[in-house]
Every structure is written in structure tokens, then in C-alpha cells.
């Protein structure tokens, strides 16, 4: 496509459910980020993806996240048995080749809500 | 500890001034980025620096590897160029400045 795109742009659920958030890359594009944002504080890096593999998880804040990416394509964000804390937004952005001088591309986000 | 700071946290400016907004980090890095994110939430990447000084249009961004430091500027700043601006260093993994937000009063 011609952006990162990700779903769904909004999710509310309850404490104690699993989500699934999706990030649909830039065709090609084979570094892939997970980052949070909640309200009023800065970006967070999560988890970096090279391909299917992922050489960084350390951002990840407890075991109840984890992250798979499939073909070197699409990615997915579980986070399990939520808690309110997990509110916040998560952004996904890619590169195109996983360069520390590549350029990001930001998705629009899915903004999760947990009640 | 913040591996990157930002200053001024909150700027108001009146249109067609000229801004500059700072970033200083602590960590050795091979990048440094400018981010653009925009009232509607959306993030855009404005500029990546390893060295010297690169310019989009009005926006001028510096970087001085030896004083870890980096700064953005906008010239003759404009209602549009309203947003929060984040500063973001490559090392291994990435770290975010927490922000300055921008608002440029016609």
C-alpha cells in the first residue's frame, strides 16, 4: 500500500481481556517498530522486527505483550489480560530497510482503551 | 534518567517568528530524528541527521555530534506549523524526547 496502515483505529475493551492490533507495512519495507504512547507522555519503543525476527524485544513491559510478524509483512501486537494501564496508543512505523539512518514511516495509530 | 531532553517542553509564538526548539542526549548514536505529530495524533518524520545541518523549506535542523546536541528551527513559523515536535535518537534501540509543543498564534 501506499502508507503503514493499522487496525483497528480505535479499540475500547474490558480489564482483563486480550487484544490484537495489526500493522500492515509499506510493501517492502523490512524493518518494522511498535511504539506506545499514553496520554501526556512520550513515545515508547516496544519491539523492533527485522524481517519475521525480532532482535529487540526490549521494550516490551511485562509478559503479558508479545509480537509476531509473518512474511516479513504484517505484524501483530497481542497484549493479554489488559489492565487500564496498557491505555494508550500504539503506533507502528517501518523502514525500509532497517538502517540507522532510514527514514520512519508512521501508521495512524490504534488507539486502545481499557475499561 | 532520560537519555533525551527537550526544551522548551511548551512554545507560543506569534506568526511569522523565528523558532527554535532544542534536544540534547546522553547515549553515543547514528541517528538522530526529527518528528512532526500533528493535533490529530499522525507522526511524520521530518529529518534525519548524523552530521551538520540539513533544510526542508523553513525548517532547518543542526546537529553537533561532539556537544550532543541538536536543534530545530523554523523560519517565519506559520499557524500550520502548530504541533507537538519530537526529537529521537538511534542507539541500538530508539529513545524519544518527551516533546515540545508548538502553538504559532496568527
Known amino acids: 500500500g501506499a502508507g503503514v496502515s493499522q487496525s483497528p483505529s480505535n479499540k475500547v475493551t474490558e480489564k482483563g481481556k486480550d487484544v490484537e492490533l495489526r500493522c500492515d507495512p509499506i510493501s517492502g519495507h523490512t524493518a518494522l517498530y511498535w511504539y506506545r504512547q499514553s496520554l501526556g507522555q512520550g513515545l515508547e519503543f516496544l519491539i523492533y522486527f527485522q524481517g519475521n525476527s525480532a532482535p529487540d524485544k526490549s521494550g516490551l513491559p511485562s509478559d503479558r505483550f508479545s509480537a509476531e510478524r509473518t512474511g516479513g509483512s504484517v505484524s501483530t501486537l497481542t497484549i493479554q489480560r489488559t489492565q487500564q494501564e496498557d491505555s494508550a496508543v500504539y503506533l507502528c512505523?517501518?523502514?525500509?530497510?532497517?538502517?540507522?539512518?532510514?527514514?520512519?514511516?508512521f501508521g495512524p495509530g490504534t488507539r486502545l482503551t481499557v475499561l | 534518567k532520560n537519555e533525551v531532553e527537550q526544551s522548551p517542553q511548551n512554545l507560543t509564538a506569534q506568526e511569522g517568528e523565528f523558532i527554535t526548539i532544542n534536544c540534547s542526549y546522553s547515549v553515543g548514536i547514528s541517528a538522530l530524528h526529527w518528528l512532526q505529530q500533528h493535533p490529530g495524533g499522525g507522526i511524520v518524520s521530518l529529518f534525519m541527521l548524523s552530521s551538520g545541518k540539513k533544510k526542508h523549506g523553513r525548517l532547518i535542523a543542526t546537529i553537533n555530534i561532539q556537544e550532543k546536541h541538536s536543534s530545530l528551527h523554523i523560519t517565519a513559523s506559520h499557524p500550520r506549523d502548530s504541533a507537538v515536535y519530537i526529537c529521537a535518537v538511534r542507539f541500538n534501540q530508539f529513545y524519544f524526547g518527551t516533546g515540545t509543543s508548538l502553538t504559532v498564534i496568527p
Open positions: 512505523a517501518t523502514t525500509a530497510s532497517g538502517g540507522y539512518t532510514d527514514t520512519q514511516y
